[in-house]
Nanobody, 122 residues
């Protein structure tokens, strides 16, 4: 089992910055990657950014590309999402998730944190 705890959400103005943190504990050696997902009211949860822990390679949604940076401190199993130039559509609950690879090329996210709220005022 992997436990995840997010922090760093809150209220920010449009074009401001926020930094989100996620710390993992438990069976962290099983993690292949970590990701941030956003869920806006009435909408599906969507991937915002993902990082492969071993290589540091990253993936971003088109909506945040160029404005957000995901990074990891592998020693502490902490992942940071730096969000710049915030837009109202960035608002939602941000969930951190741990990705597990099955060894056959498939990646799943079975472990989730409780989420942290991000509100962007215009």
């Amino acid at each position: 089992q992997v436990q995840l705890v997010e922090s760093g959400g809150g209220l920010a103005q449009t074009n401001a910055s926020l930094r989100l943190f996620c710390t993992a504990s438990g069976r962290t050696v099983s993690m292949h990657s970590m990701g941030w997902f956003r869920q806006a009211p009435g909408k599906a949860r969507v991937l915002v950014a993902r990082i492969t822990l071993s290589s540091g390679s990253t993936t971003y949604s088109d909506s945040v590309k160029g404005r957000c940076t995901i990074s990891r401190d592998k020693a502490k199993i902490t992942v940071t999402l730096q969000m710049n130039w915030l837009k109202p559509e960035d608002a939602g609950i941000y969930y951190c998730a741990a990705g597990i690879a099955d060894g056959r090329g498939s990646l799943s996210f079975p472990y989730w944190g409780p989420g942290t709220q991000v509100t962007v005022s215009s």
